[in-house]
């Protein structure tokens, strides 16, 4: 992201070029008129329109066609099950606690024998509509994604695909389970079914809020503050990296665009590709359920939502946000906290 103007913008200075920039900008990249921006303390008049172009709300599943209900059964007992690591004791829900928003609230997670990761995991819910996985996007789905923890030493620590279909054909309960999900197979029971069988699960891991109620129409669903943090957030240009559905989840960018990012310890997707242009670039994370998801940033080492917003401000839009438009930013992001579906993420019982 730019300069705006080619000038550091602070609190209110320069408030008018900002609001022309951004108009100019979103009416470019959605083809709309984005209203309001001019006015930061106004309410909009038309819930749905321009805020559903920008945003959007969310789907009620993430992907093509719903898998068979046999696969998503399938997939939630897997996620559940410890047995899918080396000593029996970790499994995808120790770390992406479904009852705490997919979180497990820690800077870095526990894994195999007490061993701590060296990134933050994000939250599962609405994660598979992200454009890649990974805080170096480093798979392009849930179901590859759901490969990685189970191989890693760090983590789930089993020793090879091959040793996870032994361990999955050595509890008779589960073949059934796996020849209803995939019919036809000869042999149903893979290392990539499994994480197809996860994958279906998360896809319906979808948590609408408030703020989806107001996107469909329900005027009464967001305040007056919120409003104006909405406003806030699009006139700073915090939209320009957290948009569409996801509010976030769908670009990879620089930690410290503006101004050098703090702590440098981890240097992001480039650790994967080798390159200089990769060096501290991130997957934007998604801002959906973010006031129940900290700590936050890919260490985890921020545990206030306000200064995590701060330091947005600051590194990466070059700006000092005022405590008045903090704190309407954040009563905006508390609108997309949404609803856990608890018959959905019940704890089956494990064959």
Request: proline share 6%; with cysteine; aromatic share 8%.
């Amino acid at each position: 992201m730019a300069k705006w103007g080619g000038s550091w913008v602070r609190g209110g200075e320069k408030a008018g070029a900002m609001s022309k920039v951004m108009n100019t900008f979103w009416a470019a990249v959605l083809g709309v008129s984005v209203l309001g921006l001019g006015a930061p303390g106004a309410v909009a008049q038309g819930p749905g329109m321009m805020h559903g172009r920008m945003m959007g709300a969310l789907p009620q599943w993430m992907g093509n066609a719903a898998p068979s209900e046999a696969t998503i059964q399938l997939g939630r007992m897997l996620f559940y099950d410890a047995r899918l690591s080396t000593a029996g004791d970790v499994s995808c829900n120790s770390c992406h606690d479904l009852q705490r928003y997919g979180v497990d609230g820690l800077p870095v997670s526990l894994g195999h024998k007490g061993q701590k990761g060296t990134r933050n995991s994000p939250s599962v819910y609405n994660a598979a509509g992200h454009v890649a996985q990974f805080w170096d996007g480093r798979t392009p789905n849930v179901e590859e994604q759901a490969k990685g923890p189970v191989l890693n030493p760090v983590e789930m620590a089993m020793g090879s695909e091959a040793e996870v279909v032994a361990r999955l054909k050595g509890v008779p309960g589960y073949a059934r389970y796996f020849s209803a999900a995939f019919p036809g197979e000869a042999d149903p029971i893979t290392f990539d079914n499994m994480a197809r069988a996860i994958g279906a699960f998360e896809r319906g891991l979808v948590t609408p809020s408030r703020w989806d109620r107001f996107l469909k129409g329900e005027r009464s669903a967001i305040t007056q503050q919120e409003m104006r943090g909405h406003h806030e957030f699009m006139h700073n240009g915090c939209a320009s990296c957290h948009n569409g559905a996801y509010v976030g989840g769908n670009s990879l960018q620089r930690a410290g665009s503006q101004r050098p990012w703090p702590v440098q310890d981890d240097v992001g997707r480039m650790a994967l590709t080798g390159l200089e242009t990769d060096r501290m670039v991130f997957k934007v994370p998604s801002l959906r359920n973010v006031e129940k998801t900290g700590p936050y940033f890919h260490n985890g080492k921020v545990t206030s939502l306000e200064e995590a917003v701060q330091l947005m401000g600051r590194h990466q839009l070059g700006i000092e946000l005022e405590a008045r438009q903090a704190q309407d930013i954040l009563s905006w992001l508390r609108s997309l906290t949404g609803v856990i579906p608890k018959d959905y993420i019940a704890r089956p019982k494990l064959p």
